[in-house]
């Protein structure tokens, strides 16, 4: 075993998601946001 100076290294990426906000009663005119991210984080 010998000893490097090095590390694995970092990746990362930014994504903004937007929604549109709606009153509960009309939740169907509205978009969420969470959901929409959550699609993208999962494909």
Known sequence: MKPIV???GKRSYRCT???LASHSAYAPNGVNA???AAEAVVG
């Open 34 to 36: 969470v959901e929409a």
């Open 6 to 8: 090095a590390h694995k």
């Open 17 to 19: 998601v937007r929604g």
